[in-house]
């Protein structure tokens, strides 16, 4: 199998940030890798302004003797490029949806002739769902 990891440049670009963590985080579970594998990997596909925010971090993290981790990184990674109050908006956002689409549903299985459509939609529905909110976890 060949994986060609994604570059990430740093820009402002939380959705873009959060998909380069995915496609990452996918290759590693391709393969077989340790820790510090992960995180020279991931560390080696950052350009411009992700590699001297990452080589500034690295320092910070080495000069307090902590060990950078992958968990670490991820972390680190996060709170640059997709910050936590950004995270909180667009956890309400989907909570929102959720609620609006749970209000659906209940009206729609209230109808009748909907019944058999609504079952159907709302496997598939729930699926997205959980999968949305574990890619934002």
């Not at 740093?10 to 996918?26: I, N, Q, V, Y």
């Not at 820790?35 to 990452?54: C, F, S």
């Not at 910070?60 to 997709?82: D, P, Q």
């Not at 729609?108 to 609504?118: D, P, Q, T, W, Y």
């Amino acid at each position: 199998m060949r994986n060609k990891p994604p570059t990430f440049k740093g820009r402002f670009d939380p959705e873009g940030a959060l998909t380069w963590k995915e496609s990452m985080e996918k290759i590693f579970r391709a393969m077989v890798t340790n820790d510090d594998q992960k995180v020279r990997l991931a560390t080696h596909m950052l350009a411009e302004e992700a590699k001297y925010w990452w080589t500034s971090t690295r320092r910070r993290i080495e000069a307090s003797g902590e060990a950078i981790t992958s968990v670490r990184f991820k972390n680190e990674f996060l709170k640059k490029y997709f910050p936590e109050d950004l995270r909180n908006k667009k956890e309400a956002e989907f909570l929102n949806l959720k609620q609006r689409s749970m209000l659906l549903l209940g009206m729609l299985l209230s109808m009748r002739r909907f019944r058999g459509f609504v079952l159907t939609s709302m496997r598939k529905m729930l699926w997205f769902l959980c999968v949305r909110s574990l890619r934002m976890a």
